[in-house]
């Protein structure tokens, strides 16, 4: 199934099963009211009208609960899947969801409209009403009418080395809906060939396979189904890429193939802006205090200014002057030359332990990062973001001696990151550290951040590592 029918697929999901979540927490106040349900148990009868007084957990209940079920990877699930497959994802969800439901409860001091006996009833229902919506699709799915409507016959068209590895590909898929009812050798057949084939199947779509080499030959084939107004999907790996992934796009009307190694723009991205943003504005006004404070120890127990200035590479080595709390004497760059054999950083980074530039405050100021704390300007400023690599200065990236280094300024970089919460300065093989980075740039989401910056005051806090 083609990502763009997977995705509308999944937000029809999504929609229902959040309408059957919303529909149990209902039932489930109206069953634990019936009289006979509460005698049949021998429990109190709740009044009618509570429900009106639970109704806002709608608020979190609604789009919260299917966000639970993908984390749970439901929706992954091939159309017509076994039911195995179906059971465990759903019941990891109902339980997180109803277990979600508790804390809120009991947080906003409810409990009292919420009886203990309606949360039970409620995971039991959203089960079963989901279970049921799943068991109902898949009937209507194998049905005839189903199977005459969604069902899509495919051919393959390649190299027969290239359409056989296509072709177990999509029998491992075979819930998808799709069948491979032909193949067509790209490099030999003529075009009569696949004519025949399209006419002779009633086909859905040609998937194309080919190398750099045969493009002349996929230019016929997407010409013929274009006029016979047949879908191709042409399989962009002309190309070999390890690490880019590659994705569909258009400017000025021109389709585009492109092959990006950072994440696409997306809702994430944007998450992630606003993050960056408004966190650095509050913690701007929350740590002013003591950021004042430190500003005028640092210029009364040592000669010169408050704030260190430094050029520093930015999103894609863009330079950018880096705002720092001076922790070293005024010449420290004049000294820099003199201490490189002390050097305890592998690579183009400079580290060393017990630098006797440091002033005594500096070094406090290191051992906790305060001295970082202006940096919270640089990324109210957008030059920075509250996650991401740490930007190095300008002449350090210059000797990068491997390219592939560099791939660690696609990216803004950050107050903090992965590096820092997993080995701080105690990481001394630039390679590692670079490994770290890319690592992150690999992975990334905006649950990445939050985990990353929700561990990083307890790895300043222990203060190890820091030089």
Not at 88 to 105: E, M, N, Q, R, Y
Not at 188 to 198: F, S, T
Request: hydrophobic share 50%.
């Amino acid at each position: 199934m083609l990502q763009r029918d997977r995705l509308i697929r999944m937000q029809v999901q999504q929609l229902a099963d959040a309408s059957l979540f919303a529909m149990s927490f209902w039932l489930a106040y109206v069953l634990r009211a019936s009289s006979a349900f509460s005698d049949a148990l021998g429990l109190d009868t709740i009044a009618p009208d509570t429900f009106n007084q639970i109704v806002w957990v709608y608020f979190a209940l609604v789009p919260a609960a299917p966000l639970v079920l993908e984390s749970q990877g439901f929706y992954q699930r091939p159309v017509i899947s076994q039911r195995p497959a179906l059971f465990w994802p759903l019941l990891k969800s109902c339980f997180f969801v109803t277990i979600g439901l508790v804390l809120l409860i009991f947080i906003f001091k409810k409990s009292a409209d919420a009886p203990r006996g309606v949360l039970v009833l409620f995971g039991i229902i959203s089960f079963l009403l989901i279970w049921l919506k799943e068991e109902l699709v898949a009937v209507a799915l194998r049905s005839r009418i189903a199977k005459a409507q969604y069902h899509r016959r495919i051919i393959l068209a390649g190299i027969p080395a290239e359409t056989a590895k296509l072709r177990r590909e999509v029998q491992g898929h075979a819930g998808e809906g799709d069948e491979v009812v032909a193949e067509f050798n790209l490099s030999g057949a003529p075009v009569q060939e696949l004519i025949d084939l399209l006419h002779e199947h009633s086909i859905s779509g040609v998937f194309v396979t080919a190398r750099h080499a045969q493009l002349d030959r996929v230019e016929s084939v997407l010409q013929l189904c274009e006029i016979e107004g047949v879908e191709a999907w042409l399989v962009a790996d002309f190309f070999a890429t390890q690490i880019a992934r590659a994705s569909f796009d258009e400017m000025f009307g021109r389709p585009l193939l492109v092959f990006r190694t950072t994440p696409e723009t997306s809702w994430q991205i944007i998450t992630k802006l606003l993050l960056d943003f408004f966190g650095a504005l509050a913690l701007i006004i929350l740590t002013s205090p003591v950021m004042l404070l430190i500003a005028v120890l640092v210029k009364f127990t040592s000669p010169g200014p408050a704030f260190f200035r430094q050029q520093r590479s930015g999103l894609n080595g863009a330079p950018f002057e880096i705002l720092k709390f001076r922790t070293m004497s005024t010449n420290a760059e004049q000294l820099k030359h003199e201490l490189a054999a002390m050097n305890e950083m592998s690579g183009p980074v400079f580290k060393v332990t017990n630098d006797p530039r440091i002033t005594h405050l500096g070094k406090w100021l290191r051992k906790y990062s305060l001295d970082e704390l202006p940096q919270l300007f640089n990324v109210l400023r957008g030059d920075m973001s509250l996650v991401g690599p740490r930007p190095l200065p300008v002449d350090e990236v210059r000797r990068f001696s491997d390219l592939a280094h560099r791939r660690r300024l696609s990216v803004k970089p950050g107050l903090t990151c992965l590096w820092q919460v997993k080995g701080r300065n105690q990481i001394s093989d630039f390679k590692e550290w670079v490994r770290l980075d890319l690592e992150y740039i690999d992975n990334w989401s905006i649950w990445l951040d939050l985990k990353i910056l929700l561990m990083t005051p307890a790895a300043v806090l222990r203060g190890t590592g820091a030089k």
